[in-house]
Structures are given as C-alpha cells and as structure tokens.
Nanobody
Framework: QVQLVESGGGLVQAGGSLRLSCVVS????????MGWFRQAPGKEREFVAA????????HYAESVKGRFAISRDVAKNTVYLQMNSLKPEDTAVYYC?????????????????WGQGTQVTVSS
C-alpha cells in the first residue's frame, strides 16, 4: 500500500506562486510514476503534470506549461509541484497520485494511489 500526503495549498493572489509537496510513504518510491491532478467545483478531475520513473521525463497539461514545474526528491520520498504566475482558473483541489507502471499517462484512471488533496485558491 502507498500513502500520499499533500501539503502547501493556500490562498494566493493572481500572479503569485505556491509550491505543493507530496510525501510518499513507500520506500520503493522511485518505481512509481508520480502525477498531479486538479479538480475544480463542478468539473472533472484533470491532469496537471507527471514525472516518469524510467527517464525522469516530465509531462504537462498545455494550460500550465511554462508556469508549473514538477520535480521529485527520491531521498526524501517527495514530489513537488512549483506553481508560478498563478491565475484564478488554477483554483482547484490539487491531488497527488502514484502509478505503478513505467510510463507517464494523463488519464486519472491509470493511477493506483491518491492523496487527500490540498486546496489552492487564486484570487483576482
């Protein structure tokens, strides 16, 4: 079993920055693909970013490319989402997810474990 615990959400003005953290409770953290998703009220959960286990490659939704950066610290079993130039439309609950597989994917159905989510609110 893998447990994921997110932190770092909050209220920020448009143009500001936040860094989300996700601590993974499994020693074999490096064998998973890690992803970030978000869900706004009344909307479906959508892909934000993922980092690949095989080559460390990163993948982003078009809406956040150039503004967000995903990274991980294997020694700390932690994955991060640095969010810059935040916009009101980035407001959502952000979820960390882990996929037991070699390739990153944008579908939430492909991820096996989820955190509880952390609220990000961007005011205009």
């Amino acid at each position: 079993q893998v447990q994921l615990v997110e932190s770092g959400g909050g209220l920020v003005q448009a143009g500001g920055s936040l860094r989300l953290s996700c601590v993974v409770s499994r020693r074999t953290f490096s064998s998973y693909v890690m992803g970030w998703f978000r869900q706004a009220p009344g909307k479906e959960r959508e892909f934000v970013a993922a980092i690949s286990e095989t080559d460390g490659g990163t993948h982003y939704a078009e809406s956040v490319k150039g503004r967000f950066a995903i990274s991980r610290d294997v020694a700390k079993n932690t994955v991060y989402l640095q969010m810059n130039s935040l916009k009101p439309e980035d407001t959502a609950v952000y979820y960390c997810a882990a996929r037991n597989g070699p390739t990153a994917t944008r579908s939430p159905l492909a991820y096996d474990f989820w955190g509880q989510g952390t609220q990000v609110t961007v005011s205009s």
